[in-house]
């Protein structure tokens, strides 16, 4: 009787061994398995976009194109597309000595400084903040729309009329342009502007082929943003 229960107790102890141990583990894996899984699952990994489509900001160019220093925003100067870089050739070398008194409280396309280098486009389009001296010393103050990179107001720079275009305003007379003739036009989506062939018109806009687009494209730009070049 004695060996009987002898036996039963080791019987027992190994088999309270076996599931105190083995079983332990399997556990234990199954436990940090699941822990893995649960992880990857709540933290995937981040997808990218379309290769070649920059997001928004209309330029990459870290110099402001200005007559004097002024910090520069990131992003603002190159359209929302991945074609080759523009050079900026200008049609006209005489520089307008005034400008009309309708811009001094509106929109105008600033003008880049064409012995800078880099920037793309003719010019991009700013809002005029404030103007000081008379005449030909009058000189304008005038900020980029757009936000920085950080989220500060646009940069602002001191300039004279003659880098200054203005932007008819809204409900203002607009100009017309024939098929074929060469213009000044917002490329759509940024603040940038470029030269461009009338191909065409609607109500409220032009059908524009853009100096040095691919494949011949074509796109609507809005009336008050398509401008005759000066000079021409």
């Known amino acids: ?3 009987y229960e002898r036996i039963i107790n080791k019987y027992s102890e190994e088999e309270r061994a076996i599931l105190r141990d083995e079983p332990a583990d399997v556990i234990k894996n199954l436990e ?3 822990a893995l899984r ?3 699952e709540a933290d995937p990994q981040p997808r990218t976009g379309p290769a070649g489509k920059p997001r928004k900001r209309k330029t990459e160019s870290d110099t402001p194109a200005s007559d004097s220093p002024t910090t520069s925003m ?3 100067l190159n359209r929302l597309k991945s074609s080759t870089h523009r050079s900026a ?6 520089a307008r000595e005034a400008v009309s008194v309708k811009s001094e409280d509106g929109e105008v396309v600033f003008k880049h400084n064409k012995k800078q280098q880099g920037v793309e486009g003719e010019g991009i389009q700013c809002i005029i903040k404030s103007i000081a001296g008379e005449g030909h010393k009058k000189r304008y103050d005038v900020q980029d729309p757009e936000p920085s990179e950080n989220g500060e107001e646009g940069a602002v720079y001191k300039t004279s009329a003659a ?3 203005p932007i008819p305003q809204v409900g203002a007379s607009l100009p017309s342009f024939s098929v074929g003739k060469q213009v000044l036009a917002r490329y759509p989506d940024t603040t940038t502007f470029y030269r461009a062939e009338v191909m065409g018109s609607k109500k409220d806009v032009y059908r524009l082929k853009f100096e040095g687009e691919e494949d011949d494209k074509e796109m609507d730009v809005d009336r008050r943003f398509v401008l005759d070049i ?3």
């Open 32 to 34: 940090i398995l699941i």
């Open 38 to 40: 649960s992880a990857s």
């Open 89 to 94: 050739s200008v049609s006209s070398n005489q």
């Open 163 to 165: 880098s200054l275009i």
């Open 74 to 76: 990131a992003d603002k």
């Open 230 to 232: 000066p000079g021409k």
């Open 1 to 3: 009787m004695e060996n």
